[in-house]
């Protein structure tokens, strides 16, 4: 789903007409048609970022890189904020990867949560229990109580993780970037405080050493740099505290941009970013949370510990 389609209108009737045709084209396939009618919509309209976004994908799909490159470029020069993402468009492009910018992952759920959790059905979205299966089997082995005081929900969406782990936790918060889903969240009486913010952003204003659980389901794949989020997920935790995540993964090295504009990450890549943030692993398991074209996606699902 585009962010993109948000902003209604450009302004320009006859424009939003074409536009409108273009997409039924790149639904059909015909994707340079598609290029060809949208280049006139942009002639006449070139202060409308999402005409030239779509015109990016259009080009992109008919294998014009160096026209997709400039269309998307101008859309980010038009939307310097990256509501749209196509930074991340511009480096698929480059097989590069980029970061997400905080607009686009906020518009895009912004738009998505009412949808959300029937989405999420239709993917045989499982993030919550293979997080609560990987940290009851890791309470068991370290002979603790499968309980604690205070949890985080990073990346928390409508609270589908949360509505898992509640009865296991005394106190619990959520952050989520998008206030959309914030909203759903709030609606199921889990949360004991929640708030709408980046996630790195949240934890650096937490006190050291005050949560003895942090987690996030289907969250850490909207990083490039896992290091950050690592690194103040250990700052919060209390020693012994657990952080515990699923990631999406592949079989090569470092992060890979997937051509769903998910970022994944690579095991060995994982372990290093842990080590890096002095976090202990304690559970690192191949796990798929999601499909896609039903077939899993390659994942993993961690627990690691602050260890002093």
């Known amino acids: 789903m585009a962010p993109g389609r948000l902003i209604l209108s450009s302004g320009d009737p006859t424009v939003d007409r074409r536009i409108d045709w273009a997409r039924a084209l790149m639904d059909e396939g015909k994707a340079a048609d598609a290029a060809e009618l949208l280049t006139e919509a942009v002639a006449r309209a070139g202060h409308y970022a999402p005409g030239w976004f779509l015109l990016g994908e259009a080009r992109e799909a008919a294998r014009d890189a160096p026209g997709a490159r400039a269309a998307f470029e101008q859309a980010l020069a038009l939307d310097p904020a990256d509501t749209l993402g196509a930074t991340l468009r511009l480096a698929r492009l480059e097989g590069e990867v980029a970061g997400m910018s905080p607009a686009y992952v906020r518009a895009l759920f912004d738009q998505y949560a009412d949808r959300f959790d029937a989405a999420l059905a239709r ?30 929900d990073l990346g928390c969406g409508t609270g589908l993780v949360g509505t898992r782990l509640v009865d296991r936790i005394g106190t619990m918060e959520g952050v989520d970037l998008s206030p959309n889903m914030v909203a759903l969240a709030r609606r199921r009486n889990i949360y004991d405080t929640l708030a709408a913010g980046e996630m790195v952003a949240y934890l650096r204003e937490r006190q050291a050493r005050e949560v003895d659980l942090v987690f996030a389901g289907d969250a850490f794949c909207y990083l490039d740099d896992l290091a950050p989020i690592l690194g103040e997920s250990r700052r919060v935790l209390e020693p012994g505290g657990l952080l515990a995540f699923t990631t999406e993964t592949h079989d090569g090295t ?27 692993l304690i559970a690192f398991t191949d796990e798929w949370a999601r499909k896609e074209h039903n077939r899993p996606v390659p994942g993993l699902v961690v627990v690691a510990q602050r260890e002093e």
């Open 123 to 152: 993917l045989d979205y499982r993030g919550p229990e293979v997080i609560d299966a990987a940290l009851a089997g890791v309470c068991a082995r370290l002979e603790r109580s499968f309980a604690f005081a205070h949890g985080l």
């Open 254 to 280: 470092g992060v890979l941009l997937r051509d769903t504009l998910r970022f994944a990450h690579a095991p060995d890549y994982v372990r290093e970013a842990l080590a890096g943030a002095g976090l202990g």
